[in-house]
């Protein structure tokens, strides 16, 4: 079974404090990304990764930064965090294989104060 | 661009009772997945799809994509409190087989 393990389930933070969020993966999959979830909108991605040191932006990159210095393990970086990056943040993993799924981690639910 | 609709929003049922949460795309579908969250917590992959008629089961529900590959049904027989929490559909982009987009979810509450 592919575990992707998330570093924190809960995180409070500061506002303007700089924020780490860590994943790491134990199957040896190229691509892994993070998302977001809030109510109403549903999942959103944040960044993505093809490869070690490969990244690309998702739909809302704004705000944040990654990476992807080995191939099993993706940080999302908060630069100066701000109350609207109060979020559930969720890291996926998925092989380069066509049709199959990506793989989550629990989740860390992050609240900047 | 391609968008997954669900329905219903949410939905309570009884314990033991029969429930269909469903998926609409916008366009042809190239692999459909079912994920389900549990509140506060990661998604749990539950079943993937591919073909136009394919029905897939395990243990309780079961899911198919239709034949025009444009929407997919999760059906939970028997449903116990166990089966209660956020239902998500996921689908290929077609231009870029690494990603994904998933529809809003189906919020699922049994009622013992």
């Known amino acids: 079974d592919v575990k992707v393990t998330q570093s924190s389930r809960y995180l409070v933070k500061r506002t303007g404090e700089k924020v780490f969020l860590e994943c790491v993966q134990d199957m040896d999959h190229e691509n892994m990304f993070w998302y977001r979830q809030d109510p109403g909108l549903g999942l959103r991605l944040i960044y993505f990764s093809y490869d070690v040191k490969m990244k690309e932006k998702g739909d809302i990159p704004e705000g944040y930064s990654v990476s992807r210095e080995k191939k099993e393990r993706f940080s999302l970086i908060l630069e100066s965090a701000s109350t609207n990056q109060t979020s559930m943040y969720l890291c996926?993993?998925?092989?380069?294989?066509?049709?199959?799924?990506?793989?989550f981690g629990d989740g860390t639910r992050l609240s900047i104060l | 661009s391609q968008e997954l609709e669900q329905s219903p929003q949410s939905l309570i049922v009884q314990e033991g009772k029969n429930l269909t949460i469903n998926c609409t795309s916008s366009?042809?579908?190239?692999?459909l997945y079912w994920y389900k969250q549990k509140y506060g917590e990661g998604l749990i992959f539950l079943m993937m799809l591919q073909k136009g008629g394919e029905e897939k089961s395990h243990e309780k529900i079961t899911a198919k994509l239709d034949e025009k590959k444009q929407q997919s049904s999760l059906h939970i027989t028997a449903s116990q409190p166990s089966h209660a929490g956020i239902y998500l559909c996921?689908?290929?982009?077609?231009?870029?087989?690494?990603?994904?987009?998933f529809g809003p979810g189906t919020s699922l509450s049994v009622i013992p």
């Open positions: 996921g689908a290929d982009k077609k231009t870029s087989y690494d990603k994904v987009i």
């Open positions: 366009k042809t579908l190239y692999g």
């Open positions: 996926a993993t998925h092989s380069d294989r066509f049709n199959q799924p990506q793989h």
